[in-house]
């Protein structure tokens, strides 16, 4: 089956405006998560969602960024108004979530945003 | 505060050789421990895990060694072969927060044929 979509793979924008990363997660997984990459360092979390509950939003640095799943299903992270330091590679990630259970998480490829 | 740290940004290691990359935390709750392997331009895949219950997990030629009282764990990988050329990631998890991530800032690994 297919693995965890992510679009665009690369999208570059100018300083100040708005930009939407899309994640389409493996189909079944009820966990969705969203992380981040700057250059040379180690994947950062940013929020995460989990069937119908409220999302963990403790990662987002700013209320910049916000994110919402549709359906359960696809996911939107939207950056508004991008500052330079926004430029990193978006990674969003699935699971299966099961309660009780510890779940390995699957990551797409990536979106790599540069604000210029 | 970083609660994941791999201290060793790089490792180069001579094909069919051990490759052995280290990972310390300092956060107790965590009780779930992961290895991802990522290529350049592709997301990180899931490679071995380890369970704070245990000391050791084993997947062919991948070995997860976790120390509990020093708050360390370890991958082994062998023999290594050029396929295994990446930046490796630690990642950690803590029941009470769910099943996100927590990762290390990456280890390079080079196996020279």
């Known amino acids: 089956g297919a693995g965890v979509s992510q679009s665009p793979s690369n999208k570059v924008t100018e300083k100040g405006k708005d930009v939407e990363l899309r994640c389409d997660p493996i189909s079944g997984h009820t966990a969705l998560y969203w992380y981040r990459q700057s250059l040379g360092q180690g994947l950062e979390f940013l929020i995460y969602f989990q069937g119908n509950s409220a999302p963990d939003k403790s990662g987002l640095p700013s209320d910049r960024f916000s994110a919402e799943r549709t359906g359960g299903s696809v996911s939107t992270l939207t950056i508004q108004r991008t500052q330079q330091e926004d430029s990193a590679v978006y990674l969003c990630?699935?699971?299966?979530?099961?309660?009780?259970?510890?779940?390995?998480?699957?990551f797409g490829a990536g979106t790599r945003l540069s604000v210029l | 505060d970083q609660q994941v740290k791999q201290n060793s940004p790089s490792l180069s290691v001579q094909e069919g050789r051990i490759s052995i990359l280290n990972c310390d935390y300092t956060n107790s709750m965590f009780d779930y421990f992961l290895w991802y392997k990522k290529y350049p331009a592709e997301g990180p895949t899931f490679l071995i895990s380890?369970?704070?219950?245990?000391d050791k997990n084993e997947d062919g030629r991948f070995t997860v060694f976790l120390n509990k009282s020093a708050k360390h764990l370890s991958l082994h990988i062998v023999p290594s072969q050029p396929g295994d050329s990446a930046v490796y990631f630690c990642?950690?998890?803590?029941?009470?927060?769910?099943?996100?991530?927590?990762f290390g800032g990456g280890t390079r690994v080079l196996v020279k044929p």
């Open positions: 380890i369970s704070s219950i245990k």
């Open positions: 990642a950690a998890s803590a029941g009470a927060a769910g099943n996100k991530l927590t």
């Open positions: 990630a699935s699971s299966t979530d099961r309660v009780g259970a510890k779940n390995i998480q699957y």
